[in-house]
DNA sequence: TATTGTTATACTCTATAACTATA
DNA sequence: TATAGTTATAGAGTATAACAATA
C-alpha cells in the first residue's frame, strides 16, 4: 500500500485542523457570531490606544447624531439596558466626552450632547473606525462585505 | 398655522422612534450585532425548558459530529477558550450528558463523547433549535435568511 | 520546551430588582 | 400609575496567568 494511501476520517486528521461542524452548519446564528466577533476583537485592537469599545462608539455615534436627546432614546436606538447606560455615560462623563444638561421640556430626563473635547476624540476614534472597517472588508471580501451590508442595513 | 403644519425635525420626533444611527449605518459589525443578539435570545428563550444557551449547544453538536475528539480539538474549531471550555465540560458531565474518555495516545487529553441520555437530550434540543431557526428566518424574511447563510457559510 | 487540562481572577455585558424624583 | 435615571447584584462570556501532568 502506497504512503498516500487513501486513510480513513479518523487516521486522515490534520491534527491542527478543525472538526466538522454538524448540525451547526444549518444555524444562520452561529455564523452571524463568528463574523460578529472576529469585527468587534479586530475594533477593539485597532482603538486600543482610545480605549473604546464597541458599545462605547455607538453610543458616541448616536449623540453625535442626535444631540440633546435623552438618555432612553439612546437606549432604545442602540438597545442597551438603561441601567447599563447610566453607568457607561457616567464613565464617558469622566473622561470629558459627553455632559449631561437640564432637559427644558422634562426635568427627570437629561439631554445629552458631546463636549468639544468629546468632538475632537470623537474624530480620531472614526478614524481608527475606518481602519477597522476597511480591515473587516478585506478579511471577508469586498463584495462579500457589500452583500452583507445591504442585506443587513436593508433588514434594519 | 394648521395643526399639521410641517414641523421642524425636532418637533417632527414620535417620542418613542429610534433616533439616527449617525457613522453607525456604515459598520457591518453593528448590523452584525443587532441581529446576532436577537438571534441568541431568540435561541435561548425558546430553548429555555431545557437551559441549553448557544456555546452549549455549539458544543454538543461538535462532540455529536466527532466522537472521541480532545477538548482542545473542541476549542479550536468552535473558537472557544480552553479555561472557558473546562468549566463547560464539568457542566454538561454533571448533567450526565457527555462523558471523558482515556485516549488511547494522549494521556494528556480526553476522548469526549455523547452519553446515551445526551444523545437523548440532543435529540430534543435539535427540535427546539428547528422551531428557532425557523421563526429567524421569518424575522428577516427567507429570501435574506438564503442569501445571509450563503454569504457567511460560503466565507467560513 | 510545548501542550492538555485545570483553577482562579478581572472585566465586559446582560438581566433584574429596588429606589428617587418627576410626570 | 408610569417613566427617567440610578444603584446594586447575579450570571455569562472573554482574557489572562499560573499550575500539574504529560509529550
Redesign the interface.
Known amino acids: 500500500m502506497r504512503a498516500e494511501r487513501k486513510r480513513s476520517a ?1 487516521e486522515d486528521a490534520d ?2 485542523a ?20 472576529w ?2 476583537r479586530d ?1 477593539i485592537a485597532t482603538l486600543s490606544d482610545m480605549h473604546v469599545r ?1 458599545a462605547q462608539y ?1 453610543v458616541l ?2 449623540i ?3 444631540p ?2 435623552s438618555q432612553s ?2 437606549g ?2 442602540l ?1 442597551i439596558e438603561r441601567a447599563r447606560l447610566a453607568r457607561m455615560l457616567h464613565e464617558l462623563e469622566d473622561r470629558r466626552w459627553i455632559s449631561r444638561r437640564a432637559s427644558g421640556r422634562d426635568a427627570r430626563s437629561h439631554a445629552l450632547v458631546l463636549t468639544a473635547e468629546g468632538e475632537k476624540a470623537l474624530a480620531k476614534i ?1 478614524a481608527l ?1 475606518q481602519k477597522h ?1 476597511a480591515r ?2 478585506e478579511y ?2 469586498r463584495k ?2 457589500a ?3 445591504k ?6
Chains 1, 2 share one sequence.
Open positions: 479518523l491534527p491542527a478543525p472538526l466538522r461542524l454538524g448540525g451547526l452548519e444549518n444555524h444562520l446564528g452561529y455564523f452571524l457570531r463568528r463574523l460578529q466577533v469585527a468587534f475594533f464597541p455607538s455615534l448616536v453625535a447624531a442626535n440633546g436627546q432614546a439612546i432604545r436606538t438597545n472614526t473606525a472597517e473587516l472588508a471577508i471580501g462579500r462585505w452583500e452583507l451590508m442585506s443587513l442595513r436593508d433588514f434594519g
